[in-house]
């Protein structure tokens, strides 16, 4: 996942500037839905795809695309999950 040219707009997990947009399924299987993250958020769910060992090249079966796809879909809701556990522990505080 090599980063995109840097768009306008905010990250969705800390609202930084300077976004890319990252393809949230892998780019080989859901080319279409991206999200603006921060080089710093990109880098971490990039380095989290590669330790789960995530293949995200492209593949002809649909099938395998859509577990691929899947698979790289959850670690992003995961890093959304973990973003809005902190903005909930800070609101207690």
Same mark, same amino acid.
């Given at each position: 996942?090599? !980063?995109?040219?840097?768009?306008p707009?905010?990250?969705?997990?800390?609202?930084?500037e300077?976004?890319?947009?990252?393809?949230?399924?892998?780019? @080989?299987?859901?080319?279409w839905? &991206?999200? !603006?993250?921060? /080089? #710093?958020?990109?880098?971490q769910?990039t380095a989290?795809?590669? *330790?789960? &060992?995530?293949?995200? *090249?492209?593949?002809?079966? !649909?099938?395998?695309?859509?577990?691929?796809?899947? /698979?790289?879909?959850?670690?992003?809701?995961?890093?959304?999950?973990?973003?809005? #556990?902190?903005? @909930?522990?800070?609101?207690?505080?």
């Amino acid at each position: 996942m090599s !980063p995109q040219a840097t768009s306008p707009g905010r990250c969705v997990i800390c609202l930084g500037e300077g976004i890319q947009r990252h393809h949230v399924g892998g780019q @080989n299987h859901i080319a279409w839905f &991206k999200m !603006p993250l921060c /080089e #710093r958020h990109h880098a971490q769910i990039t380095a989290l795809v590669a *330790t789960a &060992k995530i293949d995200l *090249t492209y593949t002809d079966d !649909p099938v395998e695309r859509c577990i691929r796809a899947q /698979e790289a879909s959850l670690i992003f809701q995961w890093m959304l999950l973990q973003a809005q #556990r902190k903005l @909930n522990y800070r609101k207690d505080q």
